[in-house]
């Protein structure tokens, strides 16, 4: 899905006093249902677009809430989110990864998967959205991220301190500032704080799933074929078709996706090469092909993104 980006970035608030609140909560959350525990406190949410990042602030009272296969639909999936606790304490479901996040603690969910949360005291909190395509351009094992568990306080000082400083700054300053670099600082990060993180998957199939996007990244810019999954994990074809089906892919797809992320590095970091060679390099047929099949993963063009600021 194409993203309309803000020049300057922009921020909206609201109470628990607002007309259609509740309606306001789950749109500015990708679908999460709040339940609140009380009718005394308030619910206070801001909310800051810079580019294609958003930041989501809640203070809270006592709450629960949950995100059913009704509220994702028509949701658009093209984010990962981040969880931050500031204060108080959340137990958190997605996906089947399940954590209980203190105070400097963070937690990476999926706008594609269901899950639930409960808030038995009041806290507060911040839920960054970065585009998926920025976490799959830096690792294959977006999966294994996704259920890795918390982030250590000390992992998201930096990102904690820079929202803090949009916090705290006025409308006018911040309406004065350009997104696009705020938001690359933002996305560099997010890379610091889940650099590493990635434990060992105890699981047999995320071992076999870590063992086959590892020969897939060993090959690139050729292809991987089935048989060649098949032999190298010692399991039948019709199992390699199923190992992608379970992460809702085909293996054809995860390869076309690769050498689109790799290609992105290579638009930024090269740029004494042109487009068509790029292009070549990481096997497409023509830069026709190519632009063709990087307008429909990123919803621009690669030279569109070759101007941009990455990280």
């Not at 000082?157 to 916090?167: K, Q």
């Not at 300053?173 to 938001?183: N, V």
Request: glycine letters at 8%.
């Amino acid at each position: 899905m194409a993203i309309a980006l803000s020049h300057a970035p922009s921020r909206s608030a609201f109470g628990a006093d607002t007309p259609q609140s509740a309606e306001v909560v789950t749109g500015w959350h990708y679908g999460w249902r709040v339940r609140q525990g009380t009718d005394s406190d308030a619910y206070r949410v801001r909310r800051y677009e810079i580019a294609d990042t958003e930041v989501v602030y809640c203070d809270a009272p006592p709450c629960s809430g949950t995100r059913t296969r009704g509220d994702i639909d028509g949701v658009d999936d093209s984010r990962i989110g981040l969880l931050i606790v500031t204060a108080g304490r959340e137990r958190v479901e997605v996906g089947g990864a399940s954590a209980e996040i203190g105070p400097g603690q963070a937690f990476l969910w999926d706008t594609r998967a269901q899950g639930t949360f409960v808030c038995e005291a009041g806290l507060t909190k911040y839920t960054v959205f970065f585009p998926r395509a920025v976490l799959e351009g830096w690792t294959p094992y977006l999966a294994d991220l996704l259920e890795a568990g918390p982030l250590a306080p000390a992992r998201t000082l930096a990102i904690r301190s820079l929202i803090g400083a949009v916090e705290s700054t006025s409308d006018t300053d911040l309406a004065s500032q350009p997104a696009a670099p705020l938001a690359s600082a933002m996305r560099e990060l997010l890379y610091l704080a889940v650099d590493g993180h990635i434990v060992t998957p105890s699981g047999h199939s995320s071992e076999r799933w870590r063992r086959a996007i590892d020969l897939v990244e060993s090959r690139l810019p050729a292809s991987t074929t089935a048989e060649d999954v098949a032999e190298h994990l010692h399991v039948s074809v019709r199992a390699v078709y199923q190992l992608f089906a379970d992460r809702g892919t085909t293996l054809r797809s995860h390869v076309r996706r690769r050498r689109l992320h790799r290609a992105t590095r290579d638009l930024s970091g090269h740029p004494e090469r042109s487009i068509s060679q790029i292009a070549a390099g990481w096997g497409f047929a023509d830069q026709a092909s190519f632009t063709k099949a990087y307008r429909a993963e990123f919803g621009t063009t690669p030279g569109a993104s070759r101007k941009r600021p990455t990280v």
